[in-house]
């Protein structure tokens, strides 16, 4: 599990820079398979969590009830600005960055590593 967390925020999550985007499709398939990677690992921790004490259980499904509602916000914004033309592509993709920033945050502050 540990290796899997590691593998996930540090290669694929955190990964910035110019050359990781080639274009608004390409931008999109990768921010969806990002959303993709999230909700399974909150699949993962639901399950881990299930063998654990009741506390351990609520903590686990308050956070992922949490990322649930976040992810279809995210998800929204996200289709929306898959099917902006390209002039509204570059209006629309800060305020995506943000929600991904935020969503990247709670992420990396609500799994255990």
């Known amino acids: 599990m540990r290796a899997f967390l590691a593998k996930l925020m540090n290669k694929k999550l955190m990964r910035r ?6 274009g608004q499709r ?8 990002v959303l993709r ?4 690992l909150f699949s ?7 063998g ?9 499904l308050s956070s ?8 279809a916000e995210a ?12 002039t509204g592509w570059a209006a629309g993709r800060p305020a995506l960055e943000r929600t991904f ?6 992420v990396a502050e609500t799994t255990p590593v």
């Open 17 to 22: 820079g110019p050359r990781a985007m080639g």
């Open 64 to 71: 992922a009830a949490d990322f649930a509602r976040r992810r």
């Open 37 to 40: 990677d999230w909700e399974s």
């Open 101 to 106: 920033d935020e969503l990247r945050r709670f």
């Open 75 to 86: 998800a929204g914004q996200l289709a929306r600005l898959g099917a902006a033309p390209p």
């Open 52 to 60: 654990g004490t009741t506390r351990v259980r609520a903590s686990a």
């Open 44 to 50: 993962e921790l639901q399950a881990d969590a299930a």
């Open 26 to 33: 390409a931008y999109c398939r990768r921010l969806e398979g």
